[in-house]
């Protein structure tokens, strides 16, 4: 595993020991961020059930302000630490030994990205999205300046295709899916967003060609710069 683009090209990240977390693959995270590029300059991310930080790490290499990385497991933050270090980007980073819904619910941060790519089969990604549902002030809105520079907060879950549910998040509204093999990509921005997204991008909205795309801690133990 390896950062794809940015300042830190080509390092190699440690992955975390065990089987607990989802790493994702090279090949998707640079679709990801082919997707992602026009608004990762300057972007504030949380990254969720983090594991290894792979995705975090690829967004600051590539541009992004700040990052947040959250997982409860001691061998992922020891992992994102390691991999941080390695690729000089640990100033722009805070990494949390925390639960990741406790966090969705005592966090009074705003985020231009939320990525969530939980252990797979446990219903964690559907637990998450609630959370943020229930509390839209964590994403970003769309600017409303003159300018409408600002783009909308958006929320990226990674998963299995196995585990697809359509969920009834109120404002916060599904607007594309990618798969790629056995891992779906799902976004979803705040409805109230989504024609200021619309404008910025034709086909933000639209799924992709079936061919490529047949849809995309207890409490706080501790906080802390990476």
Known sequence: MR?????????????????????????????????????????????????????????????AESCTFTDLAHAAVTTIKKNLAHTGLADQAVVRRVDALKFLNATDQQYDLIYVAPPQYKNLWVDAMRRIADR?????????????????????????????????????RETRQNRFGNTLLIFYQISGDLAVADESSDDEGEPDDPNVADAFGEVLEDEEPA
Do not use: C
Request: hydrophobic share 40%; proline share 7%; glycine share 12%.
């Open 136 to 172: 839209p002030t964590l994403l970003r809105r769309a600017s409303t300046d003159s300018d409408g520079n600002e783009e909308p907060g958006l929320v990226i879950v990674q998963i299995d295709p196995k585990e697809y549910v359509q969920l009834d998040l109120g404002e916060l």
């Open 3 to 63: 950062v794809v683009a940015g300042t830190a090209k080509g390092r190699t990240l440690l992955v975390v020991p065990g089987h607990g977390t989802r790493p994702i693959l090279d090949r998707v995270k640079t679709a990801l961020f082919d997707i992602l590029r026009p608004r990762i300059p300057g972007m504030t991310m949380l990254d969720l059930f983090a594991g290894s930080g792979s995705v975090g790490i690829e967004a600051l290499s590539q541009g």
